[in-house]
């Protein structure tokens, strides 16, 4: 039973690119939140897709946006990529019925902005 | 912002010996969990303990709530250079019926053989 899988596991863009991290959820999850970890500190909530609407939303600004498919999967886009989004991205999926202890996260995507 | 806040930020500690880590928060709760990182990598939830809970075992770790202080503490029994990790300490912050765990900055552990 495949867990959350995470691609790229490493990613270099440069100032001002776009970047596209993408996610698959552990089979039978149906929800999908995306949390941002920088060096140092605890992961930070972006947001939460269901029925590949956004469901939830911390607190990012609009240059942070995802897209959830039919299959479950989802990707988080960054544009106008700042030197501050260097940064772990980790994906979680968890049941929409389920409490917060469902969550099951992937290793991540790590993003180093130059 | 982040509810959970763990203390210490970082405990070196000899193989053997037991480590206990604090987490503090700021508003009610429905559960806390703890979770562990190695390296970077991605978390892996340890343990929860629901907010009418005050202690909750799984194999060595031992986990203590206090909702009357807002704390909780980790404490991991005859530690092994494999525990070497950051923990975390997340609680759930409920919105729209979805419940959302909010990590602290956690407490790097290292275990020295």
């Known amino acids: 039973d495949a867990g959350v899988t995470q691609s790229p596991t490493h990613l270099i863009k440069t100032r001002g690119q776009q970047v596209t991290l993408r996610c698959s959820p552990k089979?039978?999850?149906?929800?999908v939140s995306w949390y941002q970890q920088a060096l140092g500190q605890g992961p930070q909530f972006i947001f939460q897709?269901?029925?590949?609407?956004?469901?939830q939303r911390g607190n990012f600004p609009d240059r942070f946006s995802g897209h959830q498919f039919p299959n479950y999967s989802s990707e988080l886009n960054v544009n106008a990529l700042l030197l501050g989004d260097s940064a772990l991205y980790l994906c979680?999926?968890?049941?929409?019925?389920?409490?917060?202890?469902?969550?099951?996260f992937g290793s991540g995507t790590r993003l180093t902005v130059v | 912002s982040q509810q959970g806040e763990e203390d210490p930020q970082a405990l070196s500690i000899q193989e053997g010996e037991n480590a206990t880590m604090n987490c503090s928060y700021k508003?009610?709760?429905?559960?806390l969990q703890w979770y562990r990182q190695n390296s970077g990598r991605g978390l892996v939830h340890l343990i929860l303990?629901?907010?009418?809970?005050r202690e909750k075992h799984s194999g060595r770790l031992r986990v203590t709530l206090d909702t009357s202080k807002k704390s909780s503490s980790l404490l991991i029994t005859a530690s092994r250079a494999a525990d070497t990790a950051s923990y975390f300490c997340?609680?759930?912050?409920?919105?729209?019926?979805?419940?959302?765990?909010?990590f602290g900055r956690g407490t790097s552990l290292i275990v020295h053989p």
């Open positions: 979680a999926s968890s049941l929409v019925s389920g409490n917060s202890y469902g969550y099951t």
């Open positions: 089979s039978g999850h149906d929800t």
């Open positions: 897709y269901y029925e590949e609407e956004e469901r």
């Open positions: 508003t009610s709760i429905n559960n």
């Open positions: 303990i629901r907010s009418n809970e």
């Open positions: 997340a609680t759930d912050s409920s919105s729209g019926g979805s419940y959302i765990p909010t």
